[in-house]
């Protein structure tokens, strides 16, 4: 069906950048809306930010003013700049994708990245 590879986080200490990607590939289909959420051990898993294939953002309160959500609708990857990163940022980054294949609605979810941030 749909697959999504995700791309990037890693290992920072505060104050630093990370980028997190994913492309969405396998049938022909098209993108509702892509995003990242994030779950922290001991912790629900959250929203981080989402984006729509007609450029509407949504972020999470605690990444407001720091992280910036971006859409390729043409090739169906969704870029996370993740900028003045906090030891509380550490996490595994989730990738989602909602679209559209057929005539229903489906929502995938990657294998999700490691974001790890040091003090």
């Known amino acids: 069906q749909v697959q999504l590879v995700e791309s990037g986080g890693g290992l920072v200490q505060a104050g630093g950048s990370l980028r997190l990607s994913c492309a969405a590939s396998?049938?022909?289909?098209?993108?509702?809306?892509m995003g990242w959420y994030r779950q922290a051990p001991g912790k629900q898993r959250e929203l981080v930010a989402t984006v729509t294939s007609g450029g509407g953002t949504s972020y999470g309160d605690s990444v407001k003013g720091r992280f910036t959500i971006s859409l390729d609708n043409a090739k169906n990857t969704v870029h996370l700049q993740m900028n003045s990163l906090k030891p509380e940022d550490t996490a595994v980054y989730y990738c989602?994708?909602?679209?559209?294949?057929?005539?229903?609605?489906?929502?995938?979810w990657g294998q999700g990245r490691q974001v790890t941030v040091s003090s």
């Open positions: 989602n994708a909602d679209y559209r294949w057929g005539i229903l609605n489906h929502v995938n």
């Open positions: 396998g049938s022909i289909f098209s993108i509702n809306a």
